[in-house]
């Protein structure tokens, strides 16, 4: 079975820090799909990255940034100069590449950005 | 593109009554739709996958006759809470998956039902 694991509940920091997103997960495929989404307090997930199983190289965005190692089965997600804009619910998620594809969450990590 | 919308985005309901939410791809077409709950400060779970023209394939522990899903066409599925109870409330989250190129799931800004 598919199993997501963020440990970190809930994080707190001052604005323009760096924060780094755990994301462990468990998987009997061999190809697999990673995302990471953005819940801000308004309900809607927003889309932030698709990782393919069989692509390793670490990704960034702007201020995002994600270190996928498949080798202890994680996918972190780093926001540098971290902004107040960034308070969200991020979850990270797994999914089969056949079939439905249906995604299997994490529990969640609460960031708050203090100004 | 790729925008999927619900209505009702907020719904109060009494117990007992059933209260349907509609979820609709409105710049593409979606072959699958898939609803999700998520309860206060937890997680997405899947509730449902569904297909246009074919049954919903219902999670384990999801009960199919109290959540009933239609996907009747390639641009709108519903979801009908039947018989409402107070522990039915939730946020629930439709997603769809277009059916061409892309495999991505699109997701809608969610429906927040009260049950009263």
């Known amino acids: 079975a598919q199993k997501v694991t963020q440990a970190q509940t809930e994080i707190s920091v001052v604005e323009k820090e760096d924060v780094t997103l755990d994301c462990v997960y468990e998987?009997?495929?061999?190809?697999?799909?990673l995302f990471w989404y953005k819940q801000p307090p308004s309900g809607e997930l927003v889309f932030l990255i698709r990782r393919n199983s069989f692509d390793e190289q670490n990704e960034i965005s702007g201020r995002y940034s994600w270190n996928f190692q498949k080798s202890t089965s994680s996918f972190n997600f780093t926001i540098t100069a971290s902004q107040v804009v960034d308070s969200a619910v991020y979850f990270c998620a797994l999914s089969e590449v056949q079939g439905a594809q249906k995604l299997v969450f994490g529990q969640g990590t609460r960031l708050t950005i203090n100004p | 593109g790729a925008v999927v919308s619900q209505h009702p985005s907020r719904v109060i309901c009494k117990s007992g009554t059933s209260v349907k939410i509609e979820c609709r791809s409105l710049d593409f077409q979606a072959t699958t739709m898939f609803w999700y709950r998520q309860f206060p400060k937890q997680s997405l779970m899947l509730m449902a996958t569904s297909n246009e023209g074919s049954k919903a394939t219902y999670e384990q522990g999801v009960e199919k006759d109290k959540f009933l899903i239609n996907h009747a066409s390639l641009t709108l599925s519903t979801l009908t809470v039947t018989s409402a109870h107070p522990e039915d409330s939730s946020f629930y989250i439709c997603s769809a998956r277009e059916s061409s190129v892309s495999y991505e799931q699109y997701f809608g800004p969610g429906t927040r039902l009260t049950v009263t």
């Open positions: 998987t009997r495929d061999t190809t697999y799909y």
